[in-house]
């Protein structure tokens, strides 16, 4: 069974920066990874994603310019920088990744099956 193990979340003051890590237990070279984040009663919604094969990536549009997703193959990890952060970023952080080939970037829920267990990242005014 495929593992994510999330570290580096933690409070925050708003203005600060953070980096999140993702180690996944299969580094699947021609999928793609992601990260998502959930508040209470929201829906999960993609921050960014990117293909393992490259560096292609996607950004959502509260992130673009501010957070940036990368990945070391070497070490099966994926990691997002987290910049200038609002209390509008606070949420729970979600790592994830599909288990097939990856045709497209996406930041659609449904396009990934391997997930994370998930870090807090509140962020103080």
């Known amino acids: 069974q495929v593992q994510l193990n999330q570290s580096g979340g933690g409070s925050v003051q708003g203005g600060g920066s953070l980096k999140l890590s993702c180690v996944t237990s299969?580094?699947?070279?021609?999928?793609?990874m992601a990260w998502f984040r959930q508040t209470l009663g929201k829906e999960r919604t993609g921050v960014a994603t990117?293909?393992?094969?490259?560096?292609?990536?996607l950004y959502g549009d509260s992130v673009n310019g501010r957070f940036t997703v990368s990945h070391d193959s070497r070490k099966s990890t994926l990691y997002l920088e987290m910049k200038k952060l609002r209390p509008w970023d606070t949420a729970v952080y979600y790592c994830?990744?599909?288990?097939?080939?990856?045709?497209?970037?996406?930041?659609?829920?449904?396009?990934?099956?391997?997930w994370g267990r998930g870090t807090q990242v509140p962020v103080s005014s």
């Open positions: 299969w580094f699947n070279p021609g999928g793609c």
């Open positions: 990117i293909y393992l094969a490259g560096t292609s990536t």
């Open positions: 994830t990744q599909t288990r097939e080939v990856c045709s497209s970037l996406s930041l659609r829920s449904y396009a990934y099956v391997i």
